[in-house]
């Protein structure tokens, strides 16, 4: 039976790990590329713009569904699928992107806070929390109190507004807009949901009720 979790990790001392669009596009390719049990080479190159094509052939280490990058931490909801392959990934995910940017930005050291934090997801009921939860991340950066606030329906079209335009997760691919689709499992979408519509609805139901669904769900996420 699959095992799923919620894993997270932030720059070392809150720094930013991501300074502009290249790094999030290298990130993306690491996604892609790392998530092999097979060796990658010629990690530290430099990519520029968008990433290569991700559509070679790979030994997946873990299925990934869900992922969001913020300037300074990121999220993914995944399910191994080899033995060791969540660590596995994230170390080789972790190790390439540092090695990016240190040779980029001319720095040494660790890029990261300590190894990833993970939590179990046990049920389709928290997974679904989860996919919202992380998906909505991005909205720290368009108005940073609206968890405390709450959103009006005039904001929460705001907020989808700033979302679509958010390349950065895979919001916009369960949204329904083609993104980077080759990052996720898009079959694990129609577990929960017939449509785009549909999941349209659950998150902006989701986003009205966030104080309400925030603490159904607060033994699963990991506090920034």
């Not at 999941?199 to 989701?206: A, G, K, L, P, S």
Request: aromatic share 18%; proline share 4%; glycine share 6%.
């Amino acid at each position: 039976m699959s095992e799923f979790y919620h894993t997270y990790n932030r720059g070392t001392e809150k720094r930013k790990i991501f300074l502009e669009d290249a790094d999030y596009f290298r990130g993306i390719h690491n996604l892609y590329e790392f998530n092999d049990k097979n060796i990658v080479i010629n990690t530290a190159r430099k990519i520029e713009g968008s990433p290569t094509p991700l559509n070679k052939s790979r030994d997946r280490l873990v299925d990934l569904f869900v992922w969001c990058f913020m300037p300074n931490h990121y999220h993914l909801f995944s399910s191994p699928v080899k033995d060791n392959g969540l660590p596995e990934f994230h170390r080789k995910f972790g190790c390439g992107f540092t090695n990016y940017f240190n040779l980029k930005y001319d720095r040494s050291g660790v890029l990261f806070q300590g190894g990833y934090k993970k939590v179990h997801v046990t049920g389709d009921a928290q997974a679904l929390q989860l996919i919202c939860y992380i998906h909505s991340n991005p909205l720290d950066l368009w108005k940073p109190s609206w968890k405390e606030k709450g959103l009006t329906d005039l904001e929460i079209q705001s907020a989808l507004k700033f979302l679509e335009k958010y390349r950065w997760s895979s919001h916009l691919d369960w949204w329904g807009i083609k993104n980077f689709p080759s990052l996720i499992n898009n079959n694990f979408i129609d577990r929960f949901f017939k449509n785009s519509e549909e999941y349209r609805e659950f998150f902006i139901n989701w986003l009205k009720y966030y104080e309400k669904n925030i603490t159904n769900f607060q033994g699963f996420i990991i506090e920034k």
